[in-house]
DNA sequence: TTAGGAAATCTAACAACGTTAGAAACGGGT
DNA sequence: ACCCGTTTCTAACGTTGTTAGATTTCCTAA
């Protein structure tokens, strides 16, 4: 029996070492460099061993994806650690972009509309989760009751990305992105304050 | 003589059915079906025929792509001409989205990382141009002076472009989409406004 | 009217891609 | 020592963008 579960475990390794490789064959040359070949090489395999631990191509890059998505997770944990709820927002809005600037291969992956929709959403649900979790405690830091939530959520969410995509698409580079996001946001925000006038309630629409 | 004019004028009437032929596919079954095989049957002409009009299948995409841009630039002029200098910018904004909702494939070439950087930036100059004529006059009318007008403008170019990305990711329908890219630009005019306090001076940045 | 030559077009092929079928090699249990 | 399941490889298929070379078309010039 113990001889079983070794197989497995080096089944499960020999998957995460394909994953690695694709994933640094993507950060290094590019989404094109990526092809089912060059992974099993860098393995020391031939192609069809791939086959083996992903259904296809999509599952293995969708498995990318999810690596982008956590790693972007961490680095917003970090820059949610920011005390001051203002500057927490910013820091936020900079660390997406910078995200996008270090990591342009994975963000064009994490991004791309050939990857399944549903499946996208899914694994970005925790990172938009910290952005909800940060905009919640920024409002109630400010009395800021906010019309509708999700809404500035998704606001928020795509002003973001938009920008960052102003820098990984090549408009402008990524040290204006950031400083573009950063203000973004502050517009933003300063906008939904005042749209709370003072007593806590919410303006009108 | 006059044979190699009309001989001319056959090419370039050639060269234009290969470009709608490729339009049509494209809008029609996306950009997996965009294939030069494809395109030049429906022509009804041999795949290389294709190659003596355009260097390359990139260069026909970048066609495609300008088409696009001349596309959204007559809904853009359209749009501006709303009296109303508020109503104006978020009509710009819910025309944006739309576009993207209606020819969600030509969009999403038109934002594809894999056509030339330049030359994408090259063939948007002209809608982004009506984006600056409406915030130039929004600005005047209401005595905003912006701190850095192309910050300003390329936070809003980011802005629409990752909320109509929400809608073609799939992130949320393009109905609320729209309303989003509304609530949003207003949002952000209204920050600017607060920030230049009555007097018509900028504020800090 | 006809021979020549440029332009246009086609067929066939190449390399690379994702993917699959079937053969070969491996390795532990009886 | 044999056997059977797992793993792995070689070879191939169909499709892609793209190019070379042959073939056809068609205007020009004798």
Redesign the pocket.
Known sequence: MS?STR?ARE?AN?RERIIEAALHVLETEGVAA?????IATDVE?????V??HFA???ALVLELVAHGHRLMLTEFRRAAQEPDTDRRMTCIASQYVRFAGEHPHLFQVMNDPMVDADERRRVAEPVIDVLKELLTTWSAAHDVVLADFDQACEILWGTLYGIASLSYLGSVGNDRARYLAEQALRTILLGWRTETPANGRPASS
Do not use: E, H
């Not at 990526?34 to 060059?38: K, V």
């Open positions: 001889t197989r089944r020999t990526l092809t089912i070949r060059r395999y031939s192609a069809p061993v086959y083996q296809n191509k999509d």
